[in-house]
Structure formats: structure tokens, C-alpha cells
């Protein structure tokens, strides 16, 4: 017994099957080498059809993924819903009479950010339950419907048992970013700028020149030009933010060249 390894008791049972030249050792946790070293859960074996037992398991874990995905979808909600409050509180008190300040519809831009930041990371983890619950549909329920076999030949249980084993979310933060924006936050963004330049153009009075518009927009110390250049800058990076993370989402779509995959 001297050939056994060190982290086996001389207790192990062993096996030798002359025709096949595998050797199997029994180990005391239950699990089993075979094959070279490899446990033999890991040895590929033909796929069996799911029974009754493994559809309903699956059918209780699409369930499952359907509400933690209804769940993240109202946190996405609530953070858009905040933005919305705030930009409207600023556009109250600074169109409140025709003295007020526009500073507030300044600093309204740096709430509606950080909620754009906080909703980009909720997204995240929403994409994550979505993709598994649209996969589910896609690849079980679709073909159990439509012609009775689920294709598991295709291996489609395999990705998503991985997706399990090995969770990570499947975009990447700027793009959170660029679709939050696409689909919500660049009309917020709009909204905000078009209230400033209106805000500047008829308070107190109807602008009537550059200078004065720009005399207007002062902020303290800071001259009305930085402000309105900050405000294009503004502007223009969260638009081109949208506009690569379109790109860069329809790239992947035509690399999957399928209309359903993770993320």
C-alpha cells in the first residue's frame, strides 16, 4: 500500500478493472478519481432528458429570476423617479419669480449625476437576472411550446449552469452608463439645459445680447462664459457616452449573431 498518495487512509478501497487499465480509488468524502486524476463528476457523460422533477425545478428558478429582476427594475425606477423630483424642485424655485437665481438649475446637474451613477450600478445587477430569466424563455420555454424537445444538445443548460457557478456581471459599467442615458437620463439632461438657456433668455427680462445673456449666467466668481462651456461640455460627453454605447451594443449583437445571450 506504500503507492498510495499522502491524503488517502490505507482504509480507501481499491478497484482494477483489467479491461479498461482504469484505476478508481474510493475516497472517504464520497467523491472519486478516475480516468488520469479527474474526479468523476467531471467525466462526460451522455445528457439524459429532463424529467418532470427537473422541469418543475426549472420552471420554480425562472420564477425566481423573474421577481429578483421585477425587484432591481423598481430600484431602477425609483433612482430615475428621484431625478426627475430633483430637476423639477430646481426648475420651481428658479422659475419662481423673475429675480431668482438659475444657480439651482446648476446644481441640480450634480444630483441627477450621482443618481445616474447609482442607477448604472443597479443596472448592472438587474442585467444580470433579466439575461437568466430571457435565456430561460428563449431556450426552455420557447422550444418545450413550440416543438416539444429542448434542443439540450445545444448546450444551453451548460451556459447558464456557468453563469451560476461562476457569477459576474455581463456589461460593463460605461455601458450601464450609456444605456441608462439612452433610455432615460438624456431627456432629464435636455430638460435641464433648455430650462437654464430659457431661464437665462427671459429673466428678468427678455435677453438682448450675447453679453448679457453671458453676464447672466455669472456664478459667483466663475464668469457666465466657463459656465455655458461647462454646460456644452456637459452636454456633449454624456451624449457621446450614449451614442458608444450604442455602438458598442450593437457590435455585440451582430458577434452573438442571435437574438438572446447573456447580458
Not at 479527474?38 to 429532463?50: F, P, Q
Not at 438682448?208 to 455655458?228: H, Y
Amino acid at each position: 500500500m506504500g503507492f498510495l498518495p499522502p491524503n488517502l487512509s490505507y482504509s480507501s478501497a481499491l478497484s482494477f478493472d483489467p479491461d479498461q487499465m482504469a484505476c478508481i480509488i474510493h475516497l472517504g468524502s464520497g467523491n472519486f478519481i478516475s480516468e488520469g486524476g479527474r474526479k468523476i463528476s467531471e467525466v462526460k457523460t451522455e445528457r439524459k432528458s429532463l424529467d418532470a422533477a427537473e422541469i418543475g425545478a426549472v420552471a420554480h428558478l425562472y420564477r425566481g429570476e423573474v421577481y429578483r429582476s421585477t425587484i432591481w427594475r423598481t430600484r431602477l425606477d425609483t433612482t430615475t423617479n428621484w431625478a426627475v423630483v430633483t430637476l423639477g424642485v430646481a426648475l420651481s424655485i428658479s422659475f419662481a419669480s423673475p429675480d431668482a437665481s438659475p444657480l439651482p438649475l446648476v446644481l441640480v446637474g450634480v444630483l441627477i449625476i450621482f443618481f445616474l451613477m447609482l442607477e448604472a450600478r443597479r443596472y448592472r445587477y438587474f442585467n444580470v437576472w433579466r439575461a437568466r430569466a430571457r435565456w430561460l424563455e428563449t431556450h426552455f420555454y420557447a422550444p418545450m411550446l413550440y416543438d416539444g424537445d429542448l434542443h439540450l444538445e445545444e448546450n444551453w443548460q451548460k451556459e447558464l449552469a456557468n453563469d451560476y457557478l461562476r457569477p459576474k456581471y455581463h456589461v460593463g459599467f460605461l455601458t450601464a452608463v450609456g444605456r441608462r442615458i439612452r433610455r432615460n437620463y438624456l431627456w432629464i439632461l435636455i430638460i435641464q439645459s433648455l430650462a437654464f438657456a430659457g431661464k437665462i433668455a427671459v429673466h428678468p427680462t427678455a435677453v438682448q445680447s450675447f453679453e448679457e445673456a453671458f453676464r447672466r449666467a455669472d456664478v459667483g466668481p466663475l464668469p457666465g462664459e466657463v459656465i455655458v462651456g461647462f454646460g456644452f461640455v456637459y452636454m456633449i460627453a454624456w451624449t457621446c457616452l450614449a451614442i458608444w454605447s450604442g455602438k458598442n451594443d450593437a457590435k455585440r449583437a451582430a458577434l452573438r449573431k442571435t437574438d438572446s445571450a447573456m447580458g
